[in-house]
């Protein structure tokens, strides 16, 4: 994504003169295929707005800002140009899965969970058993209690989530168990994110998510959908991807080189001509983030799966709504450059 200011451009037709006046922000006319929502030709911008200093519309936890507004999780992707490979990454997703699916609901193991701590929170040791160099060492303020993706007895990535609503800085763990006799834990890698800060991790750093990407921001949250609008992207998990990653991911976890696979950090938004006004509710809400914010890319799973947060209050009839939505409602928008 680029911001580009004062641009003007004159363009001399063979039969007049025609002036051609630009704004503030980057404008592009594609007529390849690339234009704004539904890939149509046009006018698409890839413009971005807010400020790395700027909270005031940024989404909101336990009193934190969830990145600036000028962040790209909190991007408005809704007139970004459509990616020319785009039909063939939503072929290639549809070949696992081909409709929408909510891997989240009421039941408090289906879903990723997260904590919220005070600034005084003890921290406590962590011992990084599979990505150590790729850690952002700790100590971490996790508590004893701290809930685990799945439960206690989970077999799968077993993350664990915990917000420092104090200093309102990020922790998570990937593989997180308890140690046991101690307050400490043992995980495969943890990341640390100021929640103020724009700032990436290290190119070819994984995190607690294979995209190297934060986990938290990109969840769904009841208390969002009740307050009636999600202003941010969303976390989605494809079956297969390539061997590359678009910022603000940071990591590959793939040795395909197949370029109609998808790479970490795509980013896709539901077609403005997907008509949403038969669907109700909570599904009705995310899928209005879908078409504004989009989702990106950030973990190999069941394709289609978008994450949220377990919540008692979720009602499961509502998402399951989300299963009509086929995938190929969904196209791609350019955000920047396949990093390998």
């Known amino acids: 994504m680029t911001k580009e200011n ?20 980057m404008t592009t006319t594609n007529n390849n295929g690339g234009g704004g929502n539904d890939g149509g030709a046009g006018n698409c911008s890839n413009a971005t707005t807010g400020s790395s200093t700027d909270f005031s519309t940024s989404p909101v936890i336990s009193g934190c800002p969830v990145f600036p ?3 790209p999780w909190n991007t408005d992707i809704s ?15 549809n070949q696992d899965k081909q409709y929408l699916h909510a891997d989240f609901g009421s039941n408090p193991d289906y879903g990723i969970p997260f904590v919220v701590v005070p600034g ?28 685990i993706e799945g439960g206690i007895n989970s077999t799968g990535d077993r993350h664990v989530l915990t917000l420092d609503d104090g200093n309102c800085v990020l922790y998570e763990l990937y593989h997180a168990y308890k140690d046991a006799g101690d307050p400490g834990w043992q995980a495969g890698s943890g990341a640390v994110f100021d929640l103020r800060s724009d700032a990436l991790r290290h190119d070819g750093w994984t995190s607690a998510d294979a995209a190297g990407l934060p986990i938290l921001p990109g969840l769904a949250r009841y ?21 590359g990653y678009i910022h603000p991911a940071t990591h590959f976890a793939s040795p395909s080189s197949d370029p109609s ?13 997907f008509d949403i006004s038969g669907y109700t509710g909570q599904s009705k809400t995310i899928l209005t983030a879908l078409k504004k914010y989009g989702m990106i890319v950030a973990d190999n799973g069941s394709s289609w799966y978008v994450t949220g947060a377990p919540d008692s209050r979720w009602d499961d009839t509502d998402l399951d709504q989300l299963k009509t939505v086929p995938g190929n409602a969904f196209e791609v928008v350019q955000t920047g450059a396949i990093l390998h």
């Open 69 to 71: 507004t000028d962040n």
């Open 261 to 273: 696979l998808p790479p970490m950090g795509l980013r896709l938004r539901l077609k403005v001509s």
């Open 6 to 25: 004062g641009l003007c451009c004159v363009s001399i037709a063979l039969s007049a003169l025609l002036l051609i006046s630009c704004g503030s922000s």
């Open 223 to 243: 208390d969002e959908v009740a307050a009636g609008a999600i202003q941010h992207a969303l976390r989605f998990t494809v079956a297969s991807t390539q061997r």
């Open 120 to 147: 005084n929170q003890q921290f406590v040791a962590i011992l990084f058993t599979e990505f150590p160099g790729e850690s952002d060492p700790g100590p971490y303020p996790v508590s004893p209690d701290a809930p």
């Open 79 to 93: 007139n970004f140009c459509v990616d020319p490979n785009s039909s063939a990454y939503i072929n290639s997703i």
